[in-house]
Each structure stands twice: as structure tokens, then as C-alpha cells.
């Protein structure tokens, strides 16, 4: 990861977590189409869950390599993660 971060630009991870965040869109829907199963796939549910691992463990890569080239901290990601995961909790309890 470290040459990585260094021999790419800041705009280069960007781009590269936004296509990752696309396909993992695409991963999730597929996965959800094939979970459900009134819209028939070609796609076993095996393979969708494969694809679907693959693509979360692409854009958590991606997103490693931008928050490190930006100097963004892990403490700074948990603390709004954490405020997001109560507010999510909050909504989910609160039925809104
Ligand atoms: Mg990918």
C-alpha cells in the first residue's frame, strides 16, 4: 500500500475509488436481484456473494489508499463513523 500512495496522485486514488465504488453499486444490486429471485439471473447466489466480497474489499482498499494520501486519521473516520451508526440506530428505532 505504501508505494502505492506514493507513486499515485491524489486525483489517480480518487478516480480509482470511484470506479470501485461503482462497481461495488453494481455487486450489491446484483446480489440483492439474485437474493430475491423474482427477477430471474444467470448469476448463482454464490458467485454474486463472491463478486460482492470482492468489490466491498476493492473499494475498502481504495478508500485506505485516499484517506492515507490525505493524511486523514483512523480516529477521524471512527468518530463519524460511530455518529453515523447512532443516527442510522436512531432512525431505525425511531421508525423514520
Ligand atoms: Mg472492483
Redesign the pocket.
Known sequence: MDKIIELLTLDDLLIQLT??TG?LTKAAAKYNRVARGTNPSPVSLQDARDALV??IA?VNAAAEAVRRKMGITCDEIAEVEDAKIERWWGRIENGI
Do not use: L, S, V
Open positions: 470506479e470501485e462497481e470482492e468489490e476493492d
